[in-house]
C-alpha cells in the first residue's frame, strides 16, 4: 500500500521569504501522480499544484515550485516570496494512476504560518 | 459556475443517533469522493462514486457507514449509531471525469457528544 509522509507539522516564514516544505512517500509503482493542497480555516481544499511522475521536470505554477526526486521519493514544496494569505495547513498527496478509483491518499499535513 | 457544496456546516449530534451529511457536486462532474478528516486518523478516502457504476467502499470505516447517490449527482453519506471516534471533517470532492482533479467541498463538521 502506498503511504505519504510529512514530517513537518509546522512551519513559520517571514513575509516575502521562501520556505520549503516536505513530503515523502512509499510506492512501488512506478506511474503516479503527486499533489500539493492547500487548506485555508475555510476547510475548503485547494490544489496548489500537481506533478506527473513519468515527467522529469519540476513542476512550477507562479510562485509555487516542486522538488522531485523520483529515486528518493521526495516531493517538496517551495513557495516564494511568502504572502499572509499563503498560511494554511498543507497537504501533500499521492494518486495511482493504475487505480480506477483515483482517490487520493494524503500526508498528515503541515500548517504553514506566515509572519508579518 | 457554483463550486461543491456541503450541508449542514456543522453537525452536534449524541451518541448513538444517526446523522446525514449531503453532497452537491459540481454540476456535470460524475466523479464524487467522501473523505474523512479527523485528528487521530489524519485525511482518510471513503468512498467513492462514478456515474452509474458500483460504488467503490473500501475506505468506509464500518458497516455503520453508507452513502448513496440519486441520479448521478446528489450524495448522501449516512452514519447510524454515531461513536464519539467518528467526530471529524467530512469533506466531499468532484471531478469530471475518473482519475480527474477533485474539487472539494468546504466539508461539514461532525461533533458527536
Known amino acids: 500500500a502506498q503511504t505519504v509522509t510529512q514530517s513537518q507539522p509546522e512551519m513559520s516564514v517571514q513575509e516575502a521569504e521562501t520556505v520549503t516544505l516536505s513530503c515523502t512517500y512509499d510506492t512501488s509503482e512506478s506511474d503516479y501522480y503527486l499533489f500539493w493542497y492547500k487548506q485555508p480555516p475555510s476547510r475548503q481544499m485547494i490544489l496548489v499544484i500537481r506533478q506527473e511522475a513519468y515527467k522529469q521536470q519540476n513542476a512550477t505554477e507562479n510562485r509555487f515550485s516542486v522538488n522531485f526526486q523520483k529515486a528518493a521519493k521526495s516531493f517538496s514544496l517551495k513557495i516564494s516570496d511568502s504572502q499572509l494569505g499563503d498560511a494554511a495547513m498543507y497537504f501533500c498527496a499521492y494518486r495511482s494512476s493504475s487505480s480506477n478509483t483515483g482517490k487520493l491518499i494524503f500526508g498528515q499535513g503541515t500548517t504553514l504560518q506566515v509572519k508579518p | 459556475g457554483a463550486g461543491v457544496s456541503q450541508s449542514p456546516s456543522n453537525k452536534v449530534t449524541e451518541k448513538g443517533k444517526d446523522v446525514e451529511l449531503r453532497c452537491d457536486p459540481i454540476s456535470g462532474h460524475t466523479a464524487l469522493y467522501w473523505y474523512r478528516q479527523s485528528l487521530g486518523q489524519g485525511l482518510e478516502f471513503l468512498i467513492y462514486?462514478?456515474?452509474?457504476?458500483?460504488?467503490?467502499k473500501s475506505g468506509l470505516p464500518s458497516d455503520r457507514f453508507s452513502a448513496e447517490r440519486t441520479g448521478g449527482s446528489v450524495s448522501t453519506l449516512t452514519i447510524q449509531r454515531t461513536q464519539q471516534e467518528d467526530s471529524a471533517v467530512y469533506l466531499c470532492?468532484?471531478?469530471?471525469?475518473?482519475?480527474?482533479?477533485?474539487?472539494f467541498g468546504p466539508g461539514t463538521r461532525l461533533t458527536v457528544l
Open positions: 470532492a468532484s471531478s469530471s471525469r475518473e482519475r480527474g482533479e477533485q474539487f
Open positions: 462514486f462514478q456515474g452509474n457504476s458500483a460504488p467503490d
